[in-house]
């Protein structure tokens, strides 16, 4: 088991800041606790991660489709799921010096962790935002913002399959953010108050859902190691019966070793037919299937494979991290998989002269023609803007130097092996490309 320095999570956020990944949000006015804005070169990571989530699971897929369901839903939703009266954390509250715990936390509710004071009693809190609808502030206005993406994809479970003409099996899947009032947040981005989820509702025959279940925990665990994260730092871990959430009959979670320990990454649940019975008894409009063969009414059961979207960035972060060399040759590159890199190629003249940054400029402007993220940059030696690129998880750079001029070729190196040969500057787009898919065969 490959062993992180606690070290690593402080190195990481300061990285983060430093060049652009992400920052602390409202940081001017000295921070929001658990909010985080992302910059740069974060926007491009993470769009890249749902990007990639969605190719594998909606575009590449005969039999799934895609929603964007609104934040703000009518508030017996959340009755009918369960969250209004489920979805809490049991709590206590140090009587001395006041800070709050989640209980299932603590190792003992004798006394406080931090002052020795007393605790008070485990109060249920429910992690909902609540906020209200329109100028009046009562009851009747109270609307939630949604603590998971996938209520959205139940309550249009009949739009969709009709729309579309769908028959189970089939799935509905989502990007979007959540909201959960979390009580203990932290570790960066992995808990935190606001946060984007990528969720897949798959819709089966009832008697097909273990064959499905173990399906999607095969295929969710092997699609963060096609995109690059080592084996060894991952692992399915069963649900015990007392941890199952109140809609599931099993789940299994992938964990990833971060630097504070295994931690969750993705839940795959077995959800049954829970949320489409609920939502029809308490909505009164049946969301049964009828099947037009056995001309029978059914409610299918549902696999969710349900991941976290800043998490999933994280541990790609945690993942592609490394460093070689010491002293003065320490160099820190960012093994970032190809399609997941916030930049795909630099283009680096040798020289600021000579014609070199005319050439290379040509050759940025058609990479970016190319819709290929990259990035041009003359300033300094030519080892320190590599080293810049290594440290952002660049894949690939591009060097214009005096041969250029003379027979049209540059030199492209590779960010892993250090790997330097000389291509055609005219086939630069074509090799990056080709290679980009190639890393995802
Ligand atoms: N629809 C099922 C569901 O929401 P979950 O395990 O509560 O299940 C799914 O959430 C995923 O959402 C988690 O595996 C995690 O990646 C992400 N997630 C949940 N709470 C989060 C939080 N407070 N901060 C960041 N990500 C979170």
């Given at each position: 088991?490959?062993?992180?320095?606690?070290?690593?999570?402080?190195?990481?956020?300061?990285?983060?800041?430093?060049?652009?990944?992400?920052?602390?949000?409202?940081?001017?006015?000295?921070?929001?606790?658990?909010?985080?804005?992302?910059g740069?070169?974060?926007?491009?990571?993470?769009?890249?991660?749902?990007?990639?989530?969605?190719?594998?699971?909606?575009?590449?897929?005969?039999?799934?489709?895609g929603?964007?369901?609104s934040?703000?839903?009518?508030?017996?939703?959340?009755?009918?799921?369960?969250?209004?009266?489920?979805?809490?954390?049991?709590?206590?509250?140090?009587?001395?010096?006041?800070?709050?715990?989640?209980?299932d936390?603590?190792?003992?509710?004798?006394?406080?962790?931090?002052?020795?004071?007393?605790?008070?009693?485990?109060?249920?809190?429910?992690?909902?935002?609540?906020?209200?609808?329109?100028?009046?502030?009562?009851?009747?206005?109270?609307?939630?913002?949604?603590?998971?993406?996938?209520?959205?994809?139940?309550?249009?479970f009949?739009?969709?399959?009709?729309?579309?003409?769908?028959?189970?099996?089939?799935g509905?899947?989502?990007?979007?953010?959540?909201?959960?009032?979390?009580?203990?947040?932290?570790?960066?981005?992995?808990?935190?108050?606001?946060?984007?989820?990528?969720?897949?509702e798959?819709?089966?025959?009832?008697?097909?859902?273990?064959?499905?279940?173990?399906?999607?925990?095969?295929?969710?665990?092997?699609?963060?190691?096609?995109h690059?994260?080592?084996?060894?730092?991952?692992?399915?871990?069963?649900?015990?019966?007392?941890?199952?959430?109140?809609?599931?009959?099993?789940c299994?979670?992938?964990?990833?070793?971060?630097?504070?320990?295994?931690?969750?990454?993705?839940?795959?649940?077995?959800?049954?037919?829970?949320d489409?019975?609920?939502?029809?008894?308490?909505?009164?409009?049946?969301?049964?299937?009828f099947d037009?063969?056995?001309?029978?009414?059914?409610?299918?059961?549902?696999?969710?494979?349900?991941?976290?979207?800043?998490?999933?960035?994280?541990?790609?972060?945690?993942?592609?991290?490394?460093?070689?060399?010491?002293?003065?040759?320490?160099?820190?590159i960012?093994?970032?998989?190809?399609?997941?890199?916030?930049?795909?190629?630099?283009?680096?003249?040798?020289?600021?002269?000579?014609?070199?940054?005319?050439?290379?400029?040509?050759?940025?402007?058609?990479?970016?023609?190319?819709?290929?993220?990259?990035?041009?940059?003359?300033?300094?030696?030519?080892?320190?803007?590599?080293?810049?690129?290594?440290?952002?998880?660049?894949?690939?750079?591009?060097?214009?130097?005096?041969?250029?001029?003379?027979?049209?070729?540059?030199?492209?190196?590779?960010?892993?092996?250090?790997?330097q040969?000389?291509?055609?500057?005219?086939?630069?787009?074509?090799?990056?490309?080709?290679k980009?898919?190639?890393?995802l065969?």
């Amino acid at each position: 088991m490959a062993v992180k320095s606690p070290n690593l999570m402080s190195t990481i956020v300061n990285l983060c800041k430093r060049r652009g990944f992400i920052f602390q949000s409202s940081e001017i006015y000295g921070g929001l606790n658990s909010c985080w804005d992302y910059g740069p070169l974060g926007v491009e990571l993470k769009r890249n991660v749902k990007e990639s989530w969605w190719r594998s699971m909606v575009t590449h897929r005969r039999n799934i489709v895609g929603l964007d369901s609104s934040i703000l839903m009518h508030p017996k939703i959340w009755e009918a799921s369960g969250h209004l009266s489920g979805f809490s954390d049991p709590l206590v509250d140090c009587k001395k010096c006041k800070e709050r715990f989640r209980a299932d936390h603590l190792e003992s509710l004798e006394k406080c962790p931090k002052c020795s004071g007393e605790l008070t009693d485990i109060r249920k809190f429910n992690l909902m935002f609540k906020t209200f609808m329109g100028p009046v502030e009562d009851n009747t206005s109270t609307v939630y913002l949604r603590p998971e993406t996938a209520q959205g994809i139940f309550v249009n479970f009949l739009n969709v399959q009709q729309s579309a003409r769908l028959k189970p099996p089939f799935g509905i899947a989502q990007i979007g953010k959540s909201f959960r009032n979390e009580i203990t947040p932290g570790n960066f981005i992995y808990r935190t108050r606001e946060f984007e989820q990528m969720e897949m509702e798959f819709f089966v025959p009832p008697e097909e859902d273990q064959k499905w279940y173990e399906y999607w925990s095969q295929a969710r665990f092997q699609w963060y190691i096609d995109h690059g994260i080592k084996r060894e730092n991952l692992r399915l871990r069963d649900h015990e019966s007392d941890e199952l959430a109140h809609y599931a009959k099993a789940c299994v979670d992938v964990e990833f070793l971060f630097p504070f320990g295994w931690s969750e990454l993705e839940g795959i649940a077995n959800r049954t037919d829970y949320d489409l019975k609920q939502h029809s008894e308490f909505s009164g409009k049946s969301l049964a299937y009828f099947d037009e063969e056995s001309k029978q009414h059914y409610f299918p059961y549902v696999i969710e494979p349900a991941a976290g979207a800043d998490r999933t960035t994280l541990a790609f972060l945690v993942d592609a991290y490394d460093v070689e060399g010491e002293g003065k040759n320490k160099r820190t590159i960012l093994r970032l998989h190809p399609s997941l890199s916030p930049i795909k190629a630099a283009v680096l003249p040798l020289v600021k002269r000579d014609g070199m940054p005319e050439m290379a400029e040509k050759i940025y402007d058609e990479l970016l023609d190319d819709s290929i993220k990259s990035f041009y940059d003359h300033s300094s030696s030519i080892g320190r803007r590599y080293a810049r690129q290594d440290e952002i998880g660049t894949p690939y750079c591009i060097t214009v130097d005096s041969q250029s001029l003379e027979d049209q070729t540059v030199t492209l190196r590779e960010r892993d092996s250090r790997e330097q040969y000389r291509i055609a500057a005219s086939s630069v787009s074509e090799i990056l490309k080709q290679k980009m898919k190639d890393a995802l065969k």
